[in-house]
């Protein structure tokens, strides 16, 4: 391998590193399964890539030829396995498509028995067979890339618009281990603009791979916190809501008991909360429910536990009040932040102005063994008289328990 091949393989080593740097960081920042099936997936199949290139065999010339030979071999059908065992986590469509889920079946099945039989040759044969081995290897690693391709054109038609830039992987693959194989079995007839083409084409595979695996993982973090919404927090303002409010407020009680003071606990019920939805569209709702939230927060600090006992109703609980007298500050300061108007986007990226119109309820709770529930309802309830009993929004009721 002269110096000019040497400099095109290890550009491509370089690539797959930094590549894989980021996967590792994936995994640190996620620490989810699909983030270490990526990085298993970029070292297994990056291996067999950079194998093939014999750039190892270049630079450290004593390494033994059989295990380099059955790395070589078996690593391509392995990575066809993890390719479609990842395409069926990855689309999701397995179990919704009988093509897809036959294919990726019975491929991984025949793929990893290709695994074990070219394993075998290379233990027994490596000596007189290496050519046909590398033959026969590049032969399943054709039928991978065919199987991983044909799945994901069919999810791309099912829908699956990541899919799409899959297949596209799938081309650039294709072209990377014809590449590859030919400089292994044919290295007289390769030459530089090769190299590069295949260098280039498996860096752009995985770089394919690891941007839409990051872009899959983000969608299934957020699908896995839209699916806790039953296990309670809102999705527009990411605040404690329904039996995990009523958990909190409850901690908030028993440490105020435990510190030998009490507990404030505010209702904000925003009454106008919808007035935009039949003009505006029922996607400004969330923004006025977020912006909201910031605002109380900002009002009333982070120590605090903030939370929405329903959509117009967001319950503030101060814990460990020392100085009941900053209370009525701390509620001015939350009318004066809250009265403010915002802007809001609604359908057709239209501009809409939101004036609240909101009402505040407060009850002080100096038992341990108060029912958390009951006195959200007597906050509410007092939010709610004030709003009848009082023409000007932001009066606040305030009542011992």
């Known amino acids: 391998m002269d110096a000019l091949e040497t400099v095109v393989w290890?550009?491509?080593?370089?690539?797959?590193?930094?590549?894989?740097?980021?996967?590792?960081?994936?995994?640190?920042m996620s620490r989810t399964l699909a983030a270490w099936r990526g990085l298993l997936f970029m070292g297994v199949t990056g291996t067999s890539c950079v194998l093939l290139s014999g750039l190892p065999e270049d630079l450290f010339p004593g390494l033994p030829v059989v295990p380099v030979l059955a790395l070589k071999a078996s690593l391509g059908p392995l990575s066809g396995v993890m390719v479609l065992v990842y395409l069926k986590q990855w689309l999701g469509v397995a179990a919704e498509d009988r093509f897809v889920h036959h294919t990726i079946n019975w491929g991984s099945i025949s793929l990893l028995a290709g695994?074990?039989?070219?394993?075998?040759?290379?233990?027994?044969?490596?000596?007189?067979?290496?050519?046909?081995?590398?033959?026969?290897?590049?032969?399943?690693?054709?039928?991978?890339?065919?199987?991983?391709?044909?799945?994901?054109?069919?999810?791309a038609q099912?829908?699956?618009?990541?899919?799409?830039?899959?297949?596209?992987?799938?081309?650039?693959?294709?072209?990377?281990?014809?590449?590859?194989?030919?400089?292994?079995?044919?290295?007289?007839?390769?030459?530089?603009?090769?190299?590069?083409?295949?260098s280039f084409s498996t860096v752009v595979f995985f770089m394919i791979m690891v941007s839409l695996g990051l872009r899959r993982n983000r969608q299934l973090r957020r699908l896995h916190r839209l699916a806790g919404l039953a296990q309670g927090m809102d999705p527009a303002t990411g605040l404690p809501r329904g039996s995990v409010l009523l958990s909190k407020v409850d901690d908030a009680f028993w440490r105020s008991h435990r510190l030998g003071t009490r507990s404030v606990v505010i209702c904000l019920h925003l009454r106008n909360l919808y007035a935009l939805s039949d003009v505006a569209g029922h996607s400004v709702d969330q923004q006025i429910l977020a912006t909201m939230a910031a605002r109380i927060r900002r009002a009333m600090g982070f120590r605090c536990l903030v939370g929405l006992y329903h959509p117009r109703c967001f319950v503030v609980v101060l814990s460990a009040v020392t100085q009941p007298k900053v209370i009525p500050s701390m509620t001015a300061r939350l009318r004066e932040l809250m009265n403010e108007p915002l802007d809001v986007i609604g359908n057709n990226d239209t501009l809409h102005a939101f004036v609240p119109q909101f009402t505040l309820g407060a009850v002080t709770v100096e038992s341990d063994n108060a029912n958390p529930a009951e006195v959200i309802d007597q906050a509410e309830q007092l939010a709610l008289q004030a709003e009848r009993d009082y023409s000007q929004a932001g009066q606040t009721q305030h009542a011992p328990l």
């Open 10 to 28: 290890s550009v491509m080593l370089g690539g797959l590193l930094t590549l894989g740097t980021m996967a590792v960081v994936d995994v640190f």
């Open 158 to 198: 099912l829908g699956d618009k990541l899919a799409r830039t899959m297949t596209l992987g799938c081309l650039a693959l294709a072209v990377s281990l014809s590449g590859l194989f030919a400089h292994q079995l044919m290295p007289e007839n390769t030459a530089l603009p090769i190299w590069i083409a295949t």
């Open 115 to 155: 695994t074990v039989a070219i394993s075998v040759l290379c233990m027994l044969f490596a000596d007189s067979w290496h050519t046909e081995i590398l033959l026969i290897a590049a032969v399943f690693n054709a039928v991978a890339v065919l199987l991983a391709t044909a799945t994901s054109v069919r999810a």
